[in-house]
């Protein structure tokens, strides 16, 4: 078994979903997908993450079954905070959006694209997501990647 892990530094965010709309072009309605570029940062940050990850711990390409861990760390709302620091009545738990499900697919799917740690994330066969409010500065995400015996 080898593991394969790394740290994402940023504000972690859930894959968006297309949106579609319609567009008059002459007398029929044509209808047009894009995708929101409001977590593309975020995207970006991942890929890097996975291929710096995967270079420097020499990580061998695996069609294996993978067990994969994530730890989200959310950026805490400044009501969190009072005039000493952190309140004590601040919540441990990020129980609000964006789901942990959303949050899952965006690193999911970019570990499949960079083409360096999987053949599709189909693999993953056990997954194990947690979220929970940022301690000081230390947003983002922690990945744990484990190759499993067939």
């Known amino acids: 078994m080898s593991t394969l892990t790394f740290q994402v530094a940023g504000e972690p965010k859930g894959q968006p979903r297309p949106r579609a709309f ?3 072009m002459g007398n029929v ?3 047009r997908f894009y995708d ?3 977590a593309d940062t975020w995207k970006w940050l991942v890929k890097v993450a996975i291929i710096e990850a ?3 711990q020499k990580w061998a390409f695996t069609e294996a079954p993978v067990a994969v861990e994530l730890r989200f760390a959310m950026p805490r709302p400044k ?5 000493k620091g952190l309140k004590p009545s601040a919540p441990q738990f990020h129980a609000g ?3 942990v499900d959303n949050l899952a697919k965006l690193p999911l799917d970019q570990i499949t694209k960079s083409g360096r740690v999987w053949r599709d994330d189909s693999q993953v066969v056990s997954l194990r997501c947690d979220k929970f409010w940022a301690v000081g500065n230390e947003q983002g995400c922690s ?3 484990s ?3 067939i």
Do not use: N, Q
Request: glycine fraction near 4%; charged fraction near 25%; proline fraction near 4%.
């Open 22 to 24: 319609a567009r008059k």
């Open 29 to 31: 309605h044509v209808a």
């Open 143 to 145: 990945v744990s990647i």
């Open 54 to 56: 995967a270079i420097r």
């Open 97 to 99: 959006k964006p789901d």
């Open 147 to 149: 190759t499993l015996e």
């Open 79 to 83: 009501s969190h905070f009072g005039a």
């Open 36 to 38: 929101s570029d409001v």
